[in-house]
């Protein structure tokens, strides 16, 4: 389990155009890591637009989001492209991160073998370490942006 003060697990995951990407390339930048349940569902929908809505704020933080669910890079592609959004989406399709992470949501919605990530937040800092986390058992919750973005400052 990744707790606050815990350094964040370093990942290798796809984004939308096919190229590896690592925690740890956005080191020296805080970082929003913003685990989503599925590509182009409404609440999460609504969440990455949120993000994407409010990255002026974010970024003049020194912050950087990245959304991480189990999609394919595709469908990603997909969602990204269609809602026009200015921070990375990666593709956690064997579900490790989010294995690594403790925060995987075992058949979702009743589906036998349909395994995704709980709606989830963790900010890192500059130095790698957790500062702040939040976890939803449902996925139908959304996190609280304001106090991401104090978490931030």
């Known amino acids: 389990m990744v707790n606050v003060g815990d350094k964040a697990p370093e990942f290798e995951l796809v984004d939308t155009d096919l190229k590896m990407r690592k925690l740890s390339e956005f080191k020296g930048k805080k970082v929003v890591l913003s685990f989503f349940v599925a590509a182009s569902s409404p609440v999460c929908t609504t969440e990455m637009c949120t993000f994407r809505d409010r990255w002026g704020e974010i970024s003049a933080l020194g912050a950087q989001v990245i959304g991480i669910s189990n999609d394919g890079p595709f469908a990603n592609k997909a969602f990204a492209e269609k809602f026009h959004f ?49 976890v939803s058992e449902s996925p139908l919750v959304e996190p609280n942006y304001q106090e991401i973005i104090d978490s931030l400052k």
């Open 86 to 134: 200015n921070y990375p989406i990666l593709g956690d399709y064997k579900s490790k991160t989010i294995r690594d992470y403790d925060i995987l949501m075992p058949d979702l919605l009743h589906v036998k073998g349909y395994d995704a990530a709980k709606r989830s937040i963790f900010v890192v800092d500059e130095s790698g370490s957790v500062t702040y986390k939040w």
